[in-house]
């Protein structure tokens, strides 16, 4: 059980690493998804990630969403 | 200058929490907006803010993006 709870704390760093690079990379998609007609609203924007995550909000929050979802698969397959 | 630099330094861990409450709140409007859908297709998901994302990835590329984003304002007024 030591053993176990050892292995556990030792991937602990990895399982992490993976989580972060799976939003960092969810977000650079977000950016070049919204990014160029963002850009064009506000030229001078550094577009870190809040406000590329901001931008996503407000571009689905404008879309009619049920209508969209229902013809829309949402669940990624891996 | 030194007391400027301190000032500075001072104001990180504040700007840094700011930074953070903005994505997570952005992160949770995201959830709020498509989760349901995605509960309805995956229930037994723990929708992780990585899950999220990537399901805002999903649902964005499935959209004929340059369509919708002329007519969308993609800018937060504040």
Redesign the interface.
């Known amino acids: 059980m030591t053993f176990f709870f050892f292995l556990v704390q030792l991937r602990k760093p990895l399982v992490e690493k993976q989580?972060r690079e799976?939003?960092n990379s969810?977000?650079e998609?977000?950016k070049s998804?919204?990014g160029p007609?963002?850009l064009k609203?506000?030229p001078d924007s550094k577009l870190?990630?809040?406000d590329i995550?901001?931008?996503?909000?407000?571009?689905?929050?404008?879309?009619e969403?049920p209508a969209?979802?229902e013809k829309?698969?949402?669940?990624?397959h891996y």
Chains 1, 2 share one sequence.
Request: net charge positive.
């Open positions: 989580r799976r939003i969810s977000i998609q977000l998804l919204l007609e963002f609203q506000q870190e990630k809040a995550l901001e931008m996503s909000v407000c571009f689905l929050t404008q879309l969403l969209h979802t829309t698969t949402l669940v990624k």
